[in-house]
């Protein structure tokens, strides 16, 4: 199973510079609205299956026209909300920086719990927990391999992908993950490979691909024996043939 985690498009909050977390009613700037509107250009041609996200406006907003355009319902992931930052909420960038916790968010984020909020180390759990749960209910829907979009926000995709990466969540701000960036993982029974980060040109399809098939000889015959199939889990040994 194969995830787009996509950020939400850039939002009033970001250029504000305000921390926007639960927010109620931050929608997308004129730039994010750009941005929404250009998904379907940039992911119509993949055979995307479901479109998930996060409850708040700006994530909503950001895939609502290209789940139209794709026929799909759009489903709404509360586990992929935003951080809830607690006391931080609403406050701007600008004066959360002379905050103690600033520090310990930089560089140990796995203990950094937000006054009134929750931790980041809560953050990854619950997030990839949601994305491993809707990658079994699609991998059972369709049959095995399946592509699906969840669009959330920064630091929820940097969590899910030091996941991915089977890093220490204290690495997660090596990571980057900007408006309306995609980031690619697919989910195998022996471990995830991450193909794309903060990926933000005009088309993603050029960069996914299906799971791997048996190569066959012509004529209908066995597949040559440098050509077999490798399995979905495993790396292959020197690199990528393509």
């Known amino acids: 199973m194969t995830v787009i ?6 939002s009033t909050s970001n250029t504000a510079g305000i921390l926007a977390g639960r927010s109620e009613g931050v929608n997308l700037d004129d730039k994010g609205q750009e ?64 905050e103690p916790l ?4 930089q560089a140990h984020p796995s203990a950094a719990v937000f006054p009134g909020g929750e931790g980041l180390a809560q953050v990854q759990a619950r997030a990839v927990a949601a994305v491993r749960e809707h990658d079994r209910r699609l991998a059972l829907e369709f049959g095995g391999d399946a592509l699906w979009l969840a669009c959330t926000h920064g630091d929820v995709i940097k969590a899910v992908i030091a996941d991915a990466y089977g890093m220490h969540l204290d690495s997660f701000q090596r990571v980057t993950a900007d408006p309306a960036s995609a980031s690619v993982i697919r989910y195998t029974e022996l471990r995830p490979f991450v193909l794309h980060v903060n990926h933000t040109g005009a088309r993603l399809s050029a960069g996914l691909r299906a799971a791997p098939t048996p190569t066959a000889e012509p004529g209908g015959g066995q597949p040559a024996a440098q050509d077999a199939e490798v399995p979905s889990g495993d790396a292959v040994v020197g690199g990528s043939t393509d």
Do not use: M
């Open 5 to 10: 985690l996509l950020r939400h498009g850039r």
């Open 35 to 98: 941005q929404a509107a250009g998904l379907i250009d940039r992911f119509g041609d993949l055979p995307v299956r479901a479109v998930v996200s996060s409850p708040l406006l700006r994530c909503r907003a950001t895939v609502e026209q290209l789940a139209d355009a794709l026929c799909l319902e759009l489903f709404v992931d509360d586990r992929l909300a935003e951080v809830d930052y607690g006391d931080w909420t609403g406050r701007k960038i600008t004066e959360l920086i002379n």
């Open 102 to 105: 600033w520090r310990v968010v």
